[in-house]
């Protein structure tokens, strides 16, 4: 798997340019203001090229981000040295593994965004990271984490898509081919992407990859997550429930 990201991090930035997180992390501020006020320290597990941890740390929290592939992590460090003084102090990286992470320092926020807890597709493996955010969080501290919405996954069924993207210096063409797996609750993304440098006499790169992601279910993940008691769940982005309209859902939990 840390091979397929190391992969992932060449173009991921310019994949996801038009995503906003800025109104993603005032959306979780939201919810951690809500439901821990006091908080100001947050560990994100799965915490990409550091675009979220950014945003946050602007918003007054103090974020360390652990990310399974090196280039992910060598890019938000070089993401966070772009940064002013008093954000980039707010900020640290390392490559880590949310299945079994383990440090002696305690948060009050375990966060883990962009479906990464998707990608924890066996139960030993979610079991695993449930315990790596139960054991860095202080006494009743918060995990907040989003998801593939089961419901809505086997409602819309997942599709081919085809997507291109640039910038100055590469075009890149995307195929996407899900496998949906209902008796294991997965589907498998299979990626084909074509990177062409833009200069003359340029090749293009083709990559493949596949992305194994796990879509849950609310008494599912209560069942698991015995560490815990489950808050809230909601549509992610909203303060509404999930429905079969909502791909995405967002689960708020208490340590026990």
């Not at 439901?35 to 550091?50: H, I, K, N, R």
């Not at 948060?107 to 066996?122: E, G, N, P, R």
């Not at 899900?178 to 609750?185: A, E, F, R």
């Amino acid at each position: 798997m840390d091979q397929v990201f190391n992969a992932y991090a060449r173009y991921y930035d310019l994949l996801y340019k038009d995503k906003d997180y800025t109104a993603e992390s005032k959306y979780i501020h939201s919810i951690i203001d809500e439901f821990s006020p006091q908080a100001a320290a947050v560990l994100e597990l799965g915490s990409g090229t550091g675009a979220h941890a950014e945003h946050l740390a602007r918003l007054g929290f103090s974020v360390h981000g652990i990310d399974l592939s090196p280039n992910m992590v060598e890019r938000a460090n070089t993401r966070k040295e772009g940064l002013s003084r008093d954000v980039s102090d707010r900020l640290s990286f390392e490559t880590g593994d949310v299945r079994n992470y383990n440090t002696e320092v305690k948060y009050d926020v375990v966060i883990s965004l962009f479906h990464v807890m998707s990608y924890q597709t066996s139960n030993e493996d979610l079991r695993a990271t449930f315990e790596t955010a139960a054991k860095h969080l202080k006494p009743g501290g918060i995990f907040i984490f989003d998801y593939w919405f089961g419901p809505a996954v086997l409602t819309q069924k997942p599709e081919v898509k085809i997507r291109r993207i640039n910038d100055e210096k590469i075009d890149v063409l995307r195929i996407a081919e899900p496998v949906l797996n209902p008796l294991s609750n997965s589907v498998e993304v299979n990626f084909t992407v074509m990177i062409t440098e833009k200069h003359e006499g340029a090749k293009t790169d083709v990559v493949e990859e596949s992305h194994l992601m796990r879509y849950f279910f609310l008494p599912e993940l209560e069942l698991i997550s015995t560490r815990f008691k489950v808050l809230e769940t909601r549509a992610w982005m909203s303060d509404d429930l999930p429905t079969a309209d909502d791909w995405a859902a967002i689960s708020i939990l208490k340590l026990n």
